[in-house]
């Protein structure tokens, strides 16, 4: 990397603008009538853009545009955002107040760089104190979800929380889960191990030259930050590359890097189709490999989005060409791997406990795969989403959705189409890692009904 030259700031100056001048939230409904404008004002620290991005789409808003500013130790940034699902503005007051608080209070005046690091956001009201919480990397291959339901089941553990990425024949995963017998967390020391040991046995399958590894947490991180860090750390043990995408890909994002040696900045540009949550995964991405955004546009109007980033390294460099062609690998795969294939399913029932290993058959019985899924519990509701492919990956047959759809019930599980990206081309098998838990009491008494349960998973 070069050595950059840059105007010199004070750090006392620096250390006592954070205490006299309090972090400050700005939230305009009436400027635009096309979106609600967010500006935040803070004393900047390493990972702050990040927790406020994170709590803009944890909360499915669409940033649209925004203006960052954070040079000489003061972050000022301007974001304009709509909803996801209809692109209207914020008309609720209590998400504008819940808004105001998470970015004004919490994040800035409670939260050191290290806890911005590491902060929960959605995972928030899961804590390692009520749950065991595992996280699974490895080879993605047909039938591993019933081998690690298998596991758990067999170990007396209930699955509570899943969230799982497949993305180019590899998967990664956080499962939450407690002890059937507590409803707590796994004390007994030597049962964690024995489960370790199990599932990794699992994840390698036949080969045990596969690359595999399996941790249980000891802290809480915001889940799909956490996913993005494993399929990297993923990635670099495995030696290849994620990405399968030809030069000439529609999909494939255009990233570009320019050094401007006498700003000492480095100027990342990405131009590539807007979705959900893109912003959140670059600037998850340059935070966690230790890049400073000094400065930042984002326009995202339409389908397309362009976004320009002025960054430097923690320690005060531009990229070298080396530095730059990791980064750009690095971004691609970010941008590529959330971007999910298939019909997108959502089942919202009651929340059961013991079905793990029923709906593991149900899918498999109808041959359906998920390349991604959320599973939750919200309200003692369970509230899962996920994306199906058939086996190869290909576009699932609708008439085999409409057979679930019959067999669980038409109001209990809505099909919401495919995803805006639509990229039906990935070749690989898919992990069946989705809807691991839940159903309603009509499609438990359906299953129980058929000796399910009781079934050997094979």
């Known amino acids: 990397m070069e050595a950059p030259s840059w105007p010199y700031f004070d750090p006392d100056y620096e250390t006592s603008c954070s205490h006299f001048t309090p972090p400050r939230v700005v939230i305009e409904n009436d400027t635009y009538e096309e979106a609600t404008v967010v500006k935040v004002h803070s004393a900047n620290r390493h990972g702050i853009l990040l927790n406020v991005v994170q709590v803009l789409t944890d909360l499915d808003l669409k940033i649209t545009k925004s203006d960052i500013f954070s040079d000489g130790g003061w972050f000022m940034d301007v974001f304009y955002v709509v909803h996801n699902h209809n692109g209207e503005k914020i008309h609720d007051q209590a998400t504008l107040q819940y808004i105001e608080k998470s970015l004004g209070y919490k994040t800035r005046r409670e939260q050191s760089s290290a806890d911005l690091l590491r902060c929960p956001g959605r995972a928030a009201g899961l804590t390692c104190s009520e749950y065991t919480v595992i996280e699974l990397t490895g080879p993605d291959r047909p039938g591993l979800l019933s081998e690690i339901s298998a596991v758990l089941t067999e170990n007396k553990c209930n699955v509570n ?124 991405t340059l935070t966690d490999m230790q890049y400073v955004i000094f400065h930042a546009t984002i326009k995202s109007p339409g389908p397309d989005t362009c976004q320009d980033y002025y960054i430097r390294h923690v320690n005060g460099c531009t ?97 919401k189409g495919l995803t805006p990206q639509e990229p039906q081309t990935q070749q690989s098998p898919k992990l069946s890692l989705g809807g691991l838990l839940r159903s309603s009491e009509r499609f438990l008494t359906g299953l129980t009904s058929m000796n399910w349960r009781s079934a050997a998973i094979a």
């Not at 795969?333 to 406990?353: F, H, K, M, W, Y």
């Not at 899924?373 to 959705?401: H, I, L, Q, W």
């Open 161 to 284: 929380a899943a969230e799982v990425w497949t993305h180019n024949l590899r998967v990664a995963c956080v499962i939450y889960f407690t002890d059937l017998h507590s409803a707590g967390p796994v004390k007994n020391k030597a049962k964690l191990e024995r489960i370790k040991e199990l599932l990794l046995r699992v994840m390698k399958g036949s080969n045990e030259d596969q690359v595999a590894k399996i941790d249980f947490a000891t802290e809480i991180t915001h889940v799909e930050r956490r996913l993005h860090q494993m399929m990297s750390d993923d990635r670099r043990c495995e030696g290849t590359c994620e990405s399968e995408q030809s030069e000439n890909s529609p999909m494939k994002p255009m990233i570009s890097i320019q050094n401007i040696n006498e700003m000492g900045y480095s100027v990342v540009n990405i131009q590539c189709k807007d979705r959900p949550k893109l912003l959140f995964d670059i600037v998850c």
């Open 319 to 415: 990229l070298d060409e080396e530095a730059e062609q990791h980064l750009k690998e690095s971004l691609e795969d970010a941008i590529n791997r959330r971007t999910s294939e298939g019909v997108r399913l959502e089942i919202c029932s009651p929340d059961q406990v013991g079905l793990l290993l029923d709906i593991t058959r149900l899918f498999r019985e109808y041959g359906l795969s998920v390349a991604r899924a959320d599973v939750a519990t919200r309200d003692e509701k369970a509230v899962n989403v996920f994306y199906v492919t058939d086996p190869s990956g290909n576009p699932v047959d609708m008439k085999v959705v409409e057979a679930l759809r019959k067999k669980i019930g038409h109001t209990i599980l809505q099909v």
